[in-house]
């Protein structure tokens, strides 16, 4: 079969007439393949077998079996009509047939007898019609989806800030937004009073992400806290969702973009309970706004569900009980009903689900919605779109701070975003911008035609130009890196048709970098890294020399408790400062050291032989004496030879080496060995000397109780 002949549009004619399915065919089977069916149920046949590879259907009205509009109702129903365009054919020529035929969603009507001109021109018209509306509702949903796709990642590194002080996972806020997506989705469809759109579902999906970011502001030895809250801490950490909900409320420009109003109400809202028994307001019942209710529930089924620094995770069965018993707080009865109903696919949308699928499918959804609307015009349509990706852009822009900007060559247009023009002192769009006084008064004109050469010198394969610019802004010489992709014409040959980019500060971003990062990855108390970038640390470790000899150290200080209770938690903060110093001074330079939480620390070190020498080296010189509290440790050591390379078993079987040294007697150290492996299943509250697991899983004041 040639290539021409594969790529051969497939056209149905339907007609219970063998005569009229000769002619149809005899005008159009040199330019397409032909199916034909005698009557309406063969034809229905057909589309079951492969809808998606007919290009038309050419339906007759009156036919046995079952008749055109039988067929079309069914192909309504089956949403077969949204992809595979109906020309009807028939001798009626009724006006009540006809729009009746038109109602059902046909796109053209012929009449017999047949003249060839106008058949051949109306199928082919029809065809190339939904071709180029697929192609353009195939860019619209690639062109969002990209920009959303852009959004969300810059939420989720907001919020991994977060989740890093923390001690959380990285996958905390993909769960809650994926759980957040499908309680709303459950939700809408129980129960009409919640008139909830996928655009409204979408966008307070994405905004959950940003459920905790007022955290940023608390004490990170308040959130790492491995034990209970004294009442003074758990009012300190209460005050993340009053925090959160300001920082959002001072962006004065997008306060009132959805996105920004959604965040606000659930970074505020989603400690509350429906009993009145939350915070930080005690709003009772529909008081809480439901994007907050459904937040609050997802976020504590994660918390209930997910390793932390003070708690280990709990099954998906017993967190479910727990929600549903009001062990975590009391929730709306009808979330508890959407809870019930998708709890056995919880687990599977958040292992199966990527967060680039999530995005696709959320704007999928938005599009299929948008298109089904019959009352909505193209041009609404394409202006609701544009709406809802104006208001992401310009809330993004102003979170990063970044100065970002598109511009046309023809007609010669400069568009900035909102943040952006304001910084410049210049309007949203400027006219001409090579030759505005305004433009050229703060640009450096050598710079600007360096760039402009930059960018005209791309080619459709490498668009892509960095430049460093000056500017003058408010009498100040600023520098600004611009990045900058050059966009080219589909036509052969390609032309230059202008470019998007940003632009940054090149000193405030920097000092803004260079803090982030030193917040990310270290403990705020003690210098050490947090546990949450050892993690990544020592997972890159092992990727690029598997083949090496490894051991993950865990220990905590004996009876730090006293410490504090004895001598205030100021002086306990000394206790594990000076804790810090010393681990650093027993390490090589190449060994990872970093707090795990409260009083507790891990080593993970590379070793040739005679580890148990290392260790004990390790071992005392951490023990000793801190102005009058004796420093004795505990200390649990996993080895890559024994237990793999895995980061997650590595720490597994380090702290139950630690507990069991915990459970017998404290003071030394035990290496890991099979021996363990149910050592944590046994051990009572009592010999931990903990909190039992049910209050260490619910802890965080829980905020969730």
């Not at 950490?237 to 009053?242: A, P, R, V």
């Not at 965040?263 to 008081?287: F, K, M, Q, S, T």
């Not at 069965?317 to 709306?332: D, R, Y």
């Not at 990527?354 to 609307?373: K, P």
Request: net charge negative; glycine share 6%.
């Amino acid at each position: 079969m040639s290539k021409e002949q594969k790529c051969r549009q497939k056209i149905l004619i339907a007609d219970d007439s063998e005569m009229n399915r000769s002619i149809l065919t005899d005008m159009l089977e040199e330019e397409f393949d032909i199916i034909e069916a005698e009557n309406g149920l063969e034809a229905v046949s057909i589309l079951q077998r492969g809808a998606d590879e007919l290009s038309l259907v050419l339906l007759d009205i009156v036919m046995p079996e079952m008749d055109g509009f039988e067929v079309l109702m069914v192909m309504n129903q089956r949403r077969w009509i949204e992809d595979v365009p109906v020309i009807m054919i028939s001798s009626e020529t009724r006006s009540s047939q006809i729009e009746r035929a038109y109602k059902l969603g046909i796109t053209d009507f012929i009449s017999r007898p047949f003249d060839a001109l106008i058949v051949h021109r109306r199928v082919v018209n029809t065809i190339l019609l939904y071709a180029k509306q697929k192609k353009l509702i195939g860019l619209v949903e690639e062109q969002i989806y990209q920009k959303e796709r852009h959004g969300n990642l810059m939420i989720e590194i907001l919020s991994h800030i977060v989740e890093f002080r923390n001690g959380e996972s990285g996958m905390h806020v993909r769960n809650v937004r994926t759980l957040t997506e499908l309680l709303l989705r459950h939700l809408v469809q129980r129960n009409s009073r919640y008139q909830l759109t996928p655009m409204e579902i979408s966008i307070i999906s994405t905004a959950s992400a940003l459920h905790d970011i007022g955290k940023i502001a608390i004490d990170e030895a308040i959130l790492n806290k491995p034990g209970k809250f004294t009442d003074e801490e758990f009012a300190v950490m209460k005050t993340h969702t009053t925090i959160g909900a300001k920082m959002l409320e001072e962006m004065v420009m997008y306060r009132d973009e959805p996105l920004v109003r959604a965040a606000h109400d659930i970074a505020r809202w989603h400690h509350e309970r429906y009993n009145g028994r939350g915070y930080p307001d005690g709003l009772v019942g529909d008081a809480i706004p439901i994007s907050a209710q459904v937040v609050a529930m997802a976020d504590v089924y994660d918390a209930l569900t997910s390793e932390r620094v003070y708690k280990k995770a709990i099954p998906h069965e017993q967190a479910i009980l727990m929600i549903l018993e009001g062990k975590c707080g009391v929730f709306n009865p009808e979330l508890l009903e959407c809870l019930i109903a998708v709890a056995d696919s919880i687990q599977d949308e958040a292992n199966n689900l990527n967060s680039e699928e999530v995005n696709r499918r959320s704007i999928q959804t938005i599009t299929q919605e948008m298109l089904q609307h019959e009352d909505l015009t193209a041009s609404e349509r394409t202006l609701e779109l544009l709406e809802h990706e104006r208001m992401k852009y310009n809330f993004f822009a102003a979170l990063t701070q970044e100065i970002q900007f598109e511009y046309n060559l023809t007609p010669p247009m400069l568009t900035l975003s909102n943040w952006g023009s304001n910084r410049l002192g210049l309007g949203e769009v400027v006219m001409d911008p090579l030759h505005d006084e305004k433009v050229l008064a703060i640009l450096n004109q050598d710079h600007l035609r360096e760039l402009t050469a930059a960018l005209h010198s791309t080619t459709p394969k490498k668009p892509m130009v960095t430049q460093d610019c000056s500017v003058r802004l408010n009498g100040e010489e600023r520098w600004f890196r611009v990045i900058a992709r050059a966009t080219w014409s589909s036509e052969e040959p390609p032309r230059y048709t202008g470019c998007i980019g940003k632009a940054m500060d090149i000193h405030d971003s920097h000092m803004k970098l260079n803090a982030l990062e030193r917040q990310a990855a270290h403990d705020a108390l003690t210098g050490l890294l947090n546990h949450a970038y050892a993690k990544l640390r020592i997972a890159e470790r092992l990727k690029e020399r598997p083949e090496g000899k490894y051991a993950l150290v865990i220990f905590d200080l004996d009876h730090f408790k006293s410490a504090n209770d004895t001598y205030g938690h100021i002086f306990g903060d000394q206790v594990l400062k000076y804790t810090a110093e010393r681990l650093q001074s027993s390490i090589r330079t190449g060994d990872i050291a970093a707090r795990a939480g409260g009083d507790e620390f891990l080593i993970f070190l590379e070793y040739e032989s005679d580890l148990t020498h290392i260790i004990q080296r390790i071992f005392q010189f951490l023990c000793g004496q801190y102005e009058d509290f004796k420093i004795s440790v505990s200390m649990g050591v996993a080895q890559t030879e024994i237990v793999g390379t895995e980061y997650a078993e590595l720490f597994h079987a380090a702290d139950q080496a630690l507990y069991t040294v915990k459970r017998s007697s404290r003071g030394q150290f035990k290496f890991y060995d099979d021996s363990m492996k149910q050592m944590l299943s046994v051990i009572s509250p009592i010999d931990q000397g903990t909190e039992s697991a049910a209050s260490q899983t619910t802890r965080k004041g829980d905020e969730h109780t």
